[in-house]
């Protein structure tokens, strides 16, 4: 018989988890609750708790809405969210992961408390993401976002530059930045860079890793748009190169399941443990055809 396993390091981190429940508690006193912006990058999720009742608004929505309860995701946002929530009377459920909350303090701490007139306060991270959006806005808009090391061109390196990370980002491309900025910049400006990246990313790597090779067949379920599902869906790829990025059950192919000993279900932070189970079985059920 074919060996089925999922990943028992695999699902959603404890941000996540807390904002969910958070949502169902809401949910459950039966009163109207928004939320701004997809609660977890995925839609199956998002979908079970649309069903519930929980109403996703965009932020334009959000600066229509008066009167009314909603729940902040564990990305964070920035202030001027909250500055709309006072004017429109909106009551906000703030699940703001803590770690996020933490990165935005720091950052703000950074630009505020800074003497100098020529620091440049940079993040690694993904450009319109909305954890980066929070994070920026703490600057007033004025931290350079760099995606990745090629990137460092948008830099001045004859001024002081202080790094950070979006949490999800990865802790192989953060080093690689930071060597590219000590080669380049003038010995006369400050390099002060700070690994903000979570460990409840970084540290499922190893494991991830050593779970994706232990198997013949890899399926990771994510949605499209997770940033760290996409990081942790490559380094399935690095070490089992029969590794397949999946959605849910219909996106399995099942001549992919032929001559295989093994198969291994894993996902991201986003990807709830439900998901992963229903494709436990869905596999089951194509193996005893
Ligand atoms: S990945 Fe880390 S920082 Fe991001 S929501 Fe999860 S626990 Fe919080």
């Known amino acids: 018989m074919i060996k089925i396993e999922i990943d028992k390091g695999s699902g959603f981190c404890f941000g996540v988890v807390t904002a969910i429940h958070k949502a169902e508690e809401e949910l459950a006193k039966g009163k109207t609750l928004y939320c701004l912006g997809d609660i977890v990058h995925n839609s199956r999720e998002v979908e079970r708790l649309k069903a519930m009742g929980l109403i996703t608004i965009n932020h334009e929505e959000f600066r229509r809405l008066r009167n009314a309860k909603v729940l902040l995701r564990a990305h964070g946002e920035p202030p001027e969210t909250y500055e709309t929530a006072r004017k429109n009377n909106i009551e906000i459920i703030d699940a703001t992961c803590p770690v996020v909350l933490q990165l935005q303090k720091r950052i703000k701490q950074s630009f505020l408390n800074d003497e100098r007139q020529d620091k440049q306060i940079v993040i690694y991270g993904k450009n319109g993401h909305a954890e980066v959006l929070g994070l920026v806005g703490q600057t007033d808009g004025?931290?350079?976002?760099i995606?990745?090391?090629e990137e460092i061109g948008k830099l001045d390196f004859n001024k002081s530059i202080r790094l950070f990370s979006q949490t999800t980002k990865s802790l192989d491309g953060f080093q690689e930045i930071v060597s590219r900025i000590k080669e380049h910049i003038s010995s006369k400006s400050a390099f002060e860079y700070y690994d903000t990246i979570c460990r409840q990313v970084a540290n499922r790597m190893p494991k991830l890793r050593e779970f994706a090779a232990s198997h013949d067949l890899i399926f990771f379920?994510?949605?499209?748009?997770?940033s760290n599902g996409k990081i942790l869906f490559d380094e399935c790829l690095k070490v089992n190169p029969n590794s397949h990025l999946i959605d849910g059950e219909e996106?399995?192919?099942?001549?992919?399941?032929r001559n295989i000993n093994s198969i291994g279900i894993c996902g991201a932070t986003s990807t709830p443990k439900w998901l992963m189970e229903?494709?436990?079985?869905?596999?089951?059920s194509l193996m005893d055809k």
Do not use: Q
């Open 142 to 145: 004025k931290a350079i976002v």
């Open 147 to 149: 995606e990745k090391a």
């Open 221 to 226: 379920v994510s949605g499209k748009k997770s």
């Open 251 to 257: 996106d399995i192919d099942p001549a992919l399941l």
């Open 278 to 284: 229903r494709i436990y079985a869905h596999i089951r």
